[in-house]
């Protein structure tokens, strides 16, 4: 089991391309952690922001009366990718890991599949 802080490194560290992550509280629109990021892009904006982004999925789900769990959201920009993977395992009810990505380096299939693995690891 892997808390919080050793999520975000692994993250960090283990995709290619990865330039910031959090894990967030849509519920609250709080990052209860982030790694990366910097001075041109402040991650806990971003995570507030993106709060809104899953809580209007889930609004439009419900209405379409869609019985379904969200596993990914994908934003493609032009020079990165912005990844919402909400957590189902242990306690991560309300939460979600947000990965940023550089477009030129990284790979989503990969991406997708490291970040579902680090979800499965996280102890919240």
């Known amino acids: 089991m892997a808390n919080t802080e050793t999520a975000l490194k692994d993250a960090m560290t283990s995709i290619e391309g990865a330039t910031g992550v959090a894990l967030v509280d849509y519920t609250s629109g709080m990052a209860l952690g982030t790694l990366g990021g910097g001075k041109d892009f402040n ?10 982004v899953v809580r209007a999925k889930l609004r439009t789900m419900e209405h379409l009366g869609i019985k379904d769990e969200i596993e990914d959201i ?31 380096r990284a790979n989503l299939a990969m991406a997708r599949h490291q970040l579902k693995k680090i979800e499965a690891d996280l102890e919240v």
């Open 43 to 52: 991650l806990e904006v971003a995570a507030a922001g993106n709060t809104d």
């Open 74 to 104: 994908l934003i493609t920009l032009g020079t990165q990718y912005h990844m919402i993977r909400l957590l189902r395992a242990r306690g991560g009810n309300g939460l979600f890991l947000y990965l940023v990505l550089d477009s030129g």
